[in-house]
């Protein structure tokens, strides 16, 4: 299938309910995301080799310094409270008792850390909407790993979320050792992130 250069498809609904029940009824094909934004259903096609071979490194790099309990998933939607919307986080660590439960619903807040890697068609919402949703979702640690930024490949760590707000623990650039605070503390290796 090929996909077109365009923006992805918006639905918007007319109540929490009625965008709710059309996300979960969507038939999305393989690959492809379907989230919901700031009240918007979002619907992008499987993300480039480069943004999913630093997911793919990152989910590699974390399993070893993931605390007794947990674990790192992709493909995972996550709520985000106050009718922001369900996210699909590139990474997210979850405890594995969480996954088990038998409920539908997985909650942002639930989450020790977040993972984003942008690409050229989501990089805003990666850098405002989601930082602002998981902020507000009370998600302790989000990490932007930001490929297409302006001044060149920038990675941050954003934690310590009140009133919906994150602080900036860290920025560095691609190659920089990522400082990963507690539960983690661990330095997570970025030497060979693709740019761009």
């Given at each position: 299938m090929s996909v077109p250069a365009v923006e992805p498809p918006y639905i918007r609904g007319e109540t929490w309910d009625e965008l709710l029940r059309t996300w979960e009824a969507l038939d999305v094909p393989e690959g492809w995301k379907a989230e919901i934004i700031e009240g918007y259903i979002i619907v992008r096609p499987?993300?480039?080799?480069?943004?999913?071979?630093?997911?793919?490194?990152?989910?590699?790099?974390?399993?070893?310094?993931?605390p007794e309990g947990w674990d790192v998933y992709?493909?995972?939607?996550?709520?985000?409270?106050l009718r922001?919307?369900?996210?699909?986080?590139?990474?997210?660590?979850?405890p594995e008792a969480l996954m088990l439960d038998g409920t539908p619903e997985t909650q942002a807040g639930d989450a020790?850390?977040?993972?984003?890697?942008?690409?050229?068609?989501?990089?805003?919402?990666?850098?405002?909407?989601k930082?602002?949703?998981?902020?507000?979702?009370g998600v302790p640690l989000y990490l932007l790993v930001d490929r297409v930024a302006s001044q060149g490949p920038v990675i941050t760590l954003f934690g310590e979320p009140r009133s919906g707000v994150y602080r900036t623990l860290w920025t560095g650039k691609f190659g920089d050792p990522i400082p990963l605070p507690d539960p983690f503390e661990h330095a997570i290796d970025s030497s060979d992130f693709p740019a761009g």
């Amino acid at each position: 299938m090929s996909v077109p250069a365009v923006e992805p498809p918006y639905i918007r609904g007319e109540t929490w309910d009625e965008l709710l029940r059309t996300w979960e009824a969507l038939d999305v094909p393989e690959g492809w995301k379907a989230e919901i934004i700031e009240g918007y259903i979002i619907v992008r096609p499987a993300p480039s080799k480069p943004h999913t071979y630093i997911a793919s490194k990152l989910h590699r790099r974390l399993l070893p310094v993931l605390p007794e309990g947990w674990d790192v998933y992709q493909n995972v939607d996550v709520r985000i409270p106050l009718r922001s919307g369900v996210f699909q986080p590139d990474l997210v660590v979850l405890p594995e008792a969480l996954m088990l439960d038998g409920t539908p619903e997985t909650q942002a807040g639930d989450a020790a850390l977040v993972v984003e890697v942008t690409s050229r068609g989501n990089a805003g919402r990666d850098r405002v909407e989601k930082l602002a949703g998981y902020a507000r979702a009370g998600v302790p640690l989000y990490l932007l790993v930001d490929r297409v930024a302006s001044q060149g490949p920038v990675i941050t760590l954003f934690g310590e979320p009140r009133s919906g707000v994150y602080r900036t623990l860290w920025t560095g650039k691609f190659g920089d050792p990522i400082p990963l605070p507690d539960p983690f503390e661990h330095a997570i290796d970025s030497s060979d992130f693709p740019a761009g």
